[in-house]
Each structure stands twice: as C-alpha cells, then as structure tokens.
C-alpha cells in the first residue's frame, strides 16, 4: 500500500531535516514531526529555525503549512500516519550497567510504547535513530505486548547517514539509502512501501535492502569507520611535527591511491559531534557484550587516539607560550564541532577551552553561528565554574575583537573565513610575540610566518 500519511518522533538535527526533505520530495505525502520539547517545535513553526544548516530555510519554507508540519500532539500524529519514523536521541549511558559506553535506549523504548499504545491497524515502524545491533527485536516485543486496539506492525530499519553542515544536500543526493527488514512477505511489502518514498528522488540502484541486523550494525560500522580515518591521519599528524613532514602532503599523497580515497583524512584538534564517539563506544560495549574482547580494544583506541589529540594540542599551547597561559589573553576561533553548524555536541572546543581555563587563561571566544549562552553553558557542563566563566570567559563578536591584545589565538573549528582573515591587522592587533595555533591547518602557513607570527600548525609543526 502506498505511504499516505508519515509521522516522525523527534524533531531534531536528523528528525527536522530529514521530514523536511521527504516532505518538499513527496507533495501527496502529509508529513507530521512531532517532538514534547515546545521551544523546539515552536521554532521549527516560526522563521528562525532550531538548528542551522545550510539550505535548509527553503526546503521547509516549499513544504511547512502544505504537507510538513510539527507538532507537540504526539499521539494525534501517530495515530494518523501510515509510517512512523523514530527519531528520537540515543546518547550514551550515564549510569548503571554499561555506563560510558552503551547506549540509553530509554527514549526509544517511550516511544515504542506510546506508538503501541496509539495505535490502530497496520503501520510501518522505521529505526531512524541510530541503535545497537538487534534493538528491533526490543522494539517488536513492546510493541506486541502493549497494543491495545490490535494493531499490527512491521519494524524497518533506515539509518540516517547525513552530516550536520551538509544536510541538505546529503539528503537531497546521498550516496545510498539502506533499508533493513525481515526476510517475510510483510516484511519485503513494508520495505518496498519506504523504499518506493526514497524513490520519488533517489535512483533505486542507490537504495539498498538487507536484512534488519546488516542495516542496524553498518551504521555503527560506518561512523567507527569514518571516525577511524580522523584517527589515524591525527596520529600521523604528531609524527609529521616530530619529522618535518606535513600531514597535509602525506594525506594527499596516501588519499590519491583509489584504494584509499581523499575523503575524511583532514588532521584537526580531534573529531567532535553528537556521534561518533558515542557510535564507537556503543560499538565497543556490543563487542564486549558478545564476548569480543580484542575487537573491543580496537576500536577503544580510536577514541583514546582522539582524546589524546585534544589534550596534545592544548599542551602545544601552554608549553609554546612560556610554560604559563595564566593571566594570559587568547583568542579562541571557532567552537562549533564543524563548520557550517551551531552545533557543538562533544565539540573539540570545548574539551580544549577547558583544560586552557583550568591553567587559568583568559579566553576570547568568538564562533559565527554558536551562541554566547550556549558557549557558557557547554563550558559550566564541562566543569568549569561559575566564578570562571564570568571572569576568564569573553565572548566576541568577531575575529579581530578576539585577537585584540592577545597572547596567542588558535583556530579550532574550520569556518570559511578563517581563511581570509586579514592577517596583517590581526598581527598589529596582538601582543607581541604574536602566536597562532591553527588546529585545522586552514590559514596559509607561510604567510603567517611572512608576517610576523610565531605559528603553531597542526601536523606541521612550529
Ligand atoms: P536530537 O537530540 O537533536 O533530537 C532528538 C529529539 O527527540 C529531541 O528533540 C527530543 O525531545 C525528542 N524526543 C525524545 N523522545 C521523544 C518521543 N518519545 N517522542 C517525540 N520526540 C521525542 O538528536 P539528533 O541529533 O536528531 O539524533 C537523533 C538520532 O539520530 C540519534 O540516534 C543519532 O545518533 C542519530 N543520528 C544523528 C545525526 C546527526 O547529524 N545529528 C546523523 C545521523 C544519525
Ligand atoms: C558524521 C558522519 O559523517 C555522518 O555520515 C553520520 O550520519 C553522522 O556522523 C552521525 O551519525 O551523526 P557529523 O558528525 O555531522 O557526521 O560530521 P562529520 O563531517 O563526520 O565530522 C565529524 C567530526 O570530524 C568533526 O568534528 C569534523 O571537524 C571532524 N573531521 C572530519 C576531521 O577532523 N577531519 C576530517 O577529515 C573530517
């Protein structure tokens, strides 16, 4: 039967995005985003959307009132849809058994049961959320033992592989859609039904089927995959310092062997965002679970590698100027995970402007699309005080106020015009010696030097 009516629960950076796209693709589908946060929701109605993302204003501008709405009435819209989407955060466990590692289901078992609870008749259920290998079996079960009114379903899973930044043209032109179910006759309906929605703008030979497990795990894998690749070019980052190599060069030299591949071999102070540290540790936690210890291990130092990157470059920065950053000024760029984003879940920033507050540096911090609250309050969750944060912590509005009267300034997330800063100006505006620490390895390293810095470059060295 085809899809008339969709639902998702969570309208976040997956959620919002994704409904918005199939929405603006399928003008004969209702698509309704339901989520309990009301700010969330409220600003997903209004002109002044929650999250950033490049591109995005238009698509749901061409659909929302039409065929895309959000809504805090959850059970109205599960009880109208055809598919319903769970979309819903999957952060890793603070707590209990599995703490630090293994992902909290609880939302996606709330979910679960208020969708078995609501419903009537025959509804897709489809893992948008990314979860640990067999969670549809959790999810069957539920739903089969709370279902008053009889209803019947079918659970699909259908990860999401978007980037933050890149959202919409991911969305609009993935490199595949993946699409697990059961090997049933109403498992393979129910596969064609979502797949036939992908379909309206994606080419079928990108839309691939599997069976429930495959999809579920090879969103682990890739993400453990991807965040791997950052690893090892970071890892070979510290060796390129220690040798006179440059990172950038070896990166391009190893990325143009087609086995190898260009992509995601960009050394930085570390991977950041909602994911993949979390995706990595739920990968570990499985491994452990079915008694893999060394596979455990491996993909553990993936993230080790990471943590150790952070703390290296913050070290960079305190050793370079004089062992002591206390009482010093220094302009911080960027703080934002990536680029192109106001997000800054697990950010690199954050981890680095705290362990700079705690050698009781003053910082000046400055990010085009992050907020001042935000960045306050991602720095008080991180354990910096109060006290701190109202007296060492000012946030500026631009690149030259951050770099005015400096000790040093150090670029930690990629945005575009980083890379055109009028270096000149911004040497004239420091302290002298004027040092820069360029995390990213975006800003032209030879005319830093030309003019006067003392630079610091990632994966190149002094
Ligand atoms: P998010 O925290 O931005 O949004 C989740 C939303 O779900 C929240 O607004 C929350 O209020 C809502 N919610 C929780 N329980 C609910 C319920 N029962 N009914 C309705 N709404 C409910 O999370 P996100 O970044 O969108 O990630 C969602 C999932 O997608 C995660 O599993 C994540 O790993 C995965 N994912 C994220 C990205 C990304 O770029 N952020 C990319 C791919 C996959
Ligand atoms: C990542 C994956 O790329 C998506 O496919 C996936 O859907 C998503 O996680 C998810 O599951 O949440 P995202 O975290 O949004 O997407 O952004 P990425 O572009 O992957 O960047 C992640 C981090 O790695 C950023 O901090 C970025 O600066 C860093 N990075 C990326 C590098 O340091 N070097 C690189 O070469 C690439």
Partial sequence: MPIKSICCLGAGYVGGPTMAMIAAKCADIQVTVADMNEHRIAAWNSAALPIYEPGLDAVVASAIGRNLHFTTDIRSAIAAADLIFVSVGTPTKSYGIGAGRAADLRYI???????AEVSEGNKIIVEKSTIPVKTATA???????NSPHGAT?????????????????????????LIGGE??????????ALAAVYA??????????TNLWSSELSKLVANAFLAQRISSINSISALCEATGADVDEVARACGMD???GPKFLKA????????FQKDILNLVYLCDSFNLPHVAEYWRQVVHLNDWQKTRFVEKIVRTLYNTVNGKRIGILGFAFKKDTNDTRESAAIHVCRDLLLERAHLAI??????????REDLAAAGVSAEIIASNVEICTDSYAAATGAHALATLTEWDEFRTLDLPRIYDLMLKPAFIFDGRAILPADELTAHGFDAFVIGRGL
Avoid: H, M
């Avoid at 930044?165 to 490199?175: K, N, S, Y």
């Avoid at 006759?185 to 596969?191: I, L, P, S, T, Y």
């Avoid at 309206?200 to 089927?209: D, F, G, K, V």
């Fill in 200 to 209: 309206r703008w994606i080419p079928r030979e990108r839309i691939l089927t």
């Fill in 258 to 260: 087609s086995r190898i």
């Fill in 139 to 145: 999810i069957k079960a539920i739903l089969a033992a």
């Fill in 109 to 115: 078992e709330s979910a679960a049961r208020l969708i």
């Fill in 366 to 375: 400055y990010d085009p699309r992050v907020s001042p609250q935000t960045i």
């Fill in 268 to 275: 930085s102070i570390g991977f950041g965002g909602s994911c």
């Fill in 183 to 192: 090997t049933t006759a109403e498992g393979n309906a129910a596969v064609e």
């Fill in 153 to 177: 379903f079918q659970v699909l899973s259908n990860p999401e592989f978007l980037a933050e930044g890149t959202a919409v043209e991911d969305l609009e032109c993935p490199d595949r859609i």
